[in-house]
């Protein structure tokens, strides 16, 4: 149980161009999913957090005229990264949680998605 | 402020024991979480910690000190397999993930 999956895995893209990454749990229902950036040999660094149907909550630094984040469903977020340029390649990973049984904060456990890396030409 | 710490990077040889340490500082806590991240790959979770002590799950365990902000995850038997970053978390009162830098276990034949 407790899958997430994350589309495309790779993407290549030119300069000025936008992207879009998928993040779905397959088998739950994601009340909180969570985007995360992570550049070479660095730690996750938290871009924003979305809950189903409101705005997401963007972290210090992170513009979010830049990076949408849509979460219209409680299985789907999506990350569009606009006008792309190559200092935003990096791995993208989405989380989510599911917070429906609240067991208790062992229930806080983030399940991970495979990531996605961008590279821009 | 909010912090964790834990070493950049550990050395060890396969069969053997490694504890990697990390000490945290948030506002609240809500419980400590190690996770295990392959180059290239996303974390996968290992353990989650929110009383004092020892947990253990088969060649892994996690411990916790709450009134040190401490926490170590023990790895016995080493394989090669263990080559990794563990990522330590630390849950704050907003039951946000406070993510460490991570700590890159290199493992030696």
């Known amino acids: 149980g407790a899958v997430v999956s994350q589309h495309p895995s790779w993407v290549i893209c030119k300069s000025g161009t936008s992207v879009k990454i998928e993040c779905r749990s397959l088998?739950?229902?994601?009340?909180?999913m969570f985007w995360y950036r992570q550049f070479p040999k660095q730690s996750l660094m938290l871009m924003a957090t979305?809950?189903?149907?409101?705005?997401?909550?963007?972290e210090q630094g992170v513009e979010k005229d830049k990076f949408l984040i849509n979460h219209a469903s409680l299985t789907l977020s999506t990350l569009t990264v606009t006008s792309a340029h190559p200092e935003d390649s990096s791995f993208y990973i989405c989380s989510a949680r599911d917070l429906s049984g609240l067991a208790g904060p062992e229930s806080y456990e983030q399940y991970f998605g495979p990531g996605t890396r961008l590279t821009v030409t | 402020g909010q912090n964790i710490d834990q070493p950049t990077e550990m050395t060890a040889t396969e069969g053997a024991i490694v504890q990697i340490n990390c000490t945290y500082q948030t506002s609240g806590f809500n419980g400590l979480f190690w996770y295990q991240q392959h180059a290239g790959e996303a974390p996968t979770f290992l353990s989650y910690?929110?009383l004092d002590g020892l947990e253990e799950k088969g060649r892994f365990s996690s411990f916790l000190s709450r009134s040190k902000g401490y926490s170590y995850l023990l790895l016995k038997e080493l394989q090669m397999k263990d080559s990794a970053s563990y990522l330590c978390?630390?849950?704050?009162?907003?039951?946000?993930?406070?993510w460490g830098a991570g700590t890159k276990l290199i493992i030696k034949p």
């Open positions: 910690n929110v």
């Open positions: 978390a630390a849950m704050d009162s907003n039951y946000q993930l406070i």
């Open positions: 979305s809950n189903e149907g409101s705005k997401a909550t963007y």
């Open positions: 088998d739950f229902q994601a009340t909180t």
